[in-house]
């Protein structure tokens, strides 16, 4: 997702650690480091700078490898032992060979192998593509989210969130999830985002444009764009930051996208609810006022009378508060109601 428009880790962090109060839990138990990083396969020590905001984006490659790495090492066999390459290609019907560069941090697979891994170790399906920020902000999501209530399966919106189809979404809901050969479903997933994510001259990205953000040729892009063929996992993960999505949009199947947009209307819904009970939340989110009273905490007594002063003139010029010199549309004290005599 685009930097501009991601919203504020810490600001998630602490909802959610509010959120695991109230129903009891131990907030380190649902946020913690290690939960966070097993979640997003972000290193540990990385985690505290992503959440704040000062943590150094890794190169793609090096990234897709220390995660590979990271899976191995934390979702063992039943003997305690790392998978061996040949058991988890064998899954996906490739060779344990065909892992050895991904496994050495000397070259990124393919993206089927990498869809493969992912569901091997039966992890969200951008593991391996996520950059940092987005890993944490899933894994924070996962860790808000219990399961998605039922009647929030808006089928247009969720189609705009998923890439999925309407009736591809009821069947999925129903429990009968359509199976598409990998090509097929990142063919329609793309299309999908240059339909509904378009130039503000309501034409769809040209392949040019999109390619250009990562480096690469719009021919780069066009057997993608014709169905014929799968993007190689870097101009997957370039696709997926231009639209500002998640890193596993084009490689989740119907099920797990599914769950990942319920998770986030339920995280909206939260949201919502909590500035419904609190409407003061919502004027300060929309206001700033948080930084206003920082400022304000160093008036004297009498500043803050003054302060307190100006403020009910504001209003009563905007109508929201009688005329000025009242509270309420009642005379303040010291002033003389219209039409009498002091």
């Not at 969130?161 to 009821?170: D, K, Y």
């Not at 003139?313 to 009642?330: C, F, N, V, Y």
């Amino acid at each position: 997702m685009r930097a501009a428009v991601r919203p504020d880790l810490a600001a998630i962090r602490r909802r959610v650690e509010a959120l695991s109060e109230r129903r009891g839990q131990d907030p380190a138990d649902a946020v913690g480091v290690e939960r966070l990083s097993h979640l997003s396969g972000v290193e540990p020590g990385r985690i505290p700078q992503v959440v704040a905001g000062t943590a150094v984006e890794v190169p793609l490659e090096q990234r897709v490898h220390q995660r590979f790495l990271r899976l191995r090492a934390t979702r063992r066999d039943k003997h305690g032992r790392e998978w061996p390459l040949a058991a988890i290609a064998d899954d996906f019907d490739a060779p344990g060979a065909s892992l050895g560069p991904l496994n050495a941090g000397t070259g990124l697979p393919r993206m089927g192998h990498a869809a493969g891994v992912q569901r091997f170790f039966g992890v969200y399906a951008g593991f391996l593509l996520a950059d940092s920020k987005s890993a944490v902000e899933r894994a924070l999501a996962l860790s808000a989210a219990a399961t998605a209530p039922d009647g929030r399966d808006d089928l247009a919106h969720l189609s705009y969130l998923t890439g999925m189809t309407p009736q591809a979404i009821r069947l999925t809901l129903d429990g009968e999830p359509p199976r598409l050969p990998l090509k097929e479903q990142v063919h329609q997933r793309f299309e999908h985002l240059r339909r509904t994510r378009v130039r503000e001259d309501g034409q769809a990205h040209s392949l040019t444009a999109i390619a250009r953000s990562f480096r690469a040729s719009g021919q780069s892009l066009t057997r993608l764009a014709q169905g014929e063929g799968l993007p190689n996992l870097a101009a997957a993960a370039g696709i997926q930051r231009f639209y500002g999505v998640e890193g596993g949009f084009l490689l989740a199947d119907d099920t797990e996208a599914l769950a990942t947009a319920l998770a986030l209307i339920e995280g909206e819904l939260e949201s919502a609810a909590r500035e419904r009970e609190n409407p003061m939340l919502a004027v300060m989110r929309a206001h700033d006022l948080r930084r206003i009273v920082t400022r304000a905490g160093r008036l004297s007594p009498q500043g803050w009378k003054s302060l307190a002063d100006h403020l009910d003139d504001l209003l009563a010029r905007e109508g929201q508060l009688g005329s000025p010199g009242t509270k309420g549309g009642t005379p303040t004290e010291g002033a003389a109601a219209e039409g009498e005599t002091p």
